[in-house]
């Protein structure tokens, strides 16, 4: 295995939730090279725990969504004073729309979420855009062209 492909099993999803250990017995490298690799890509360590939290933290989301139509999702949950919907659990306070973000692209978002659609505050997991995905959609646009979020 080379150095590009235990970055690309790294960084495909969460790094935090890949042992060292375990993506070493599953690529047939040393422990110490997959150590190595993160290290140099400055990527996060693992942190036991993470997915169970993630799982809590996803259900809490679950528990509060309600669909309205058109593929949009309307938040039942307790929101901010500027009414953005916020998932609580044991862990804390996150956006909803960073849960959603994440429950979608398996990786936490770059910078702020934004919803990418016309309904306000949805919350449905394919409306999200990080400051990455709205990025390449300016890229990707036609010029001229007027791009949500």
Partial sequence: MS??????ALTNGDPRELSDRDLAQRLH????FVARVRT??????????????????EAAYLAH????????????GTTTRDGVPMVTTRFGQESAHRV???????????GYVRV????????????QADRRVREERRRSAPAGAVIAA
């Fill in 3 to 8: 150095y590009e492909g235990i970055v690309r």
């Fill in 29 to 32: 490298v040393d422990e110490e």
């Fill in 40 to 57: 140099e890509q400055g990527l996060p360590v693992f942190s036991a725990g993470r997915r169970a939290r993630r799982e809590i933290v």
């Fill in 65 to 76: 969504v309600e669909d309205v139509g058109g593929g949009h999702q309307r938040w039942t």
């Fill in 100 to 110: 959603a973000f994440q429950m979608v692209t398996g990786r936490p978002p770059v």
């Fill in 116 to 127: 990418s659609c016309t309904f306000p505050h949805c919350v449905a997991r394919g409306h």
